[in-house]
């Protein structure tokens, strides 16, 4: 008994190592080959597996969908489409570890943008977490031109300096992915009571990746003629985080908590960020650590707190 109720805890933890690896392969995948491509291949690879699935498991469901779930899924594969291209493209211009700590703050964004959308209150928990993701967002914005001192605290270069720096686009692009993917899980709120995981993944996956689709050939770019070192990054890119990894959290959902899962999201970008500094010899700044602590209780509160007070009314 107990060892059954271990196995979705073992899970997890294979699931978070799972994710943590996406912006590894992704700066290996950088060597030689262009960010949109790289986001493109990414849900191609994911499309071409989970596909057979899907019409093996609702072949009596494929070809049922409604005129207002298909312009749902239409915008869930764009939000989709979005947040990989920006942010894929932000580990281009800023750290792995500010990159990843700010792209993780999709459940805030969520938290806030809800009660707009999808008419959800708020309470007192999600706005200081929001609070202090901001907080934080800003250390982190600000971190490759700014150091602690011991007369200033915090000492940076010019302000104009500091505005043109490439790691301020960097971690706009990441929040711009962050935003994405609070648009992506509201729309997935409104369609995932009514659709299977699978069928609604296959669909979203499928349309994000013609839109990613569209936009690399838009930009003159092509899919082909890139290194094969570059082609098994963005392969394994898509099977191991983009499949393997959220396959096991939306598993463990089904025997564990939904707050816990929640809070074991967090993982991420600790995991991510002990990878880089294994593989990819990054070290995160004091000022990156803080702020990713900052976000970080940000996102506890307001997923755990504010799932505890749900679960109790």
Request: charged share 10%.
């Amino acid at each position: 008994m107990i060892k059954e109720k271990m196995y979705p805890l073992i899970g997890l933890f294979f699931g978070i190592l799972a994710v943590s690896t996406a912006s590894i392969f992704i700066r290996y995948a950088q060597s030689g080959a262009p960010s949109l491509v790289i986001a493109t291949i990414r849900l191609i690879t994911a499309v071409i597996v989970i596909s057979p699935i899907a019409f093996f498991r609702f072949r009596n469901k494929v070809f049922k969908i409604s005129k207002r779930e298909l312009s749902l899924l239409l915008l869930s594969g764009l939000f989709l489409a979005i947040h990989f291209a920006a942010w894929i493209t932000s580990l281009e211009h800023t750290s792995i570890a500010s990159s990843v700590v700010i792209v993780t703050t999709t459940p805030l964004w969520v938290a806030l943008f809800s009660p707009i959308f999808l008419k959800e209150k708020n309470n007192s928990s999600i706005w200081i977490g929001l609070i202090l993701a901001i907080i934080g967002s800003s250390l982190v914005a600000i971190s490759n031109q700014c150091s602690f001192s011991s007369e200033t605290i915090i000492q940076c270069e010019d302000l104009r300096l500091t505005l043109d720096k490439n790691s301020i686009f960097g971690n706009f692009l990441a929040l711009i992915g962050a935003w994405m993917a609070a648009g992506y899980m509201m729309v997935g709120r409104k369609l995932r009571s009514s659709m299977p995981l699978i069928l609604y993944i296959f669909y979203v996956y499928l349309f994000s990746a013609i839109i990613l689709l569209i936009i690399t050939y838009g930009s003159g770019l092509n899919l082909f003629g890139y290194s094969n070192n570059s082609y098994f990054w963005m392969i394994l890119l898509g099977l191991v985080p983009q499949l393997f990894g959220h396959s096991i959290f939306n598993w463990a959902l089904g025997h564990l908590p939904a707050a816990f899962v929640s809070i074991a999201l967090i993982g991420e970008p600790v995991g991510t960020i002990l990878l880089a500094f294994l593989f990819l010899k990054e070290t995160p700044s004091v000022l990156e650590f803080l702020g990713g602590f900052l976000i970080i209780i940000g996102i506890f509160l307001v997923t755990f707190l504010n799932q505890k007070r749900s679960d109790q009314r």
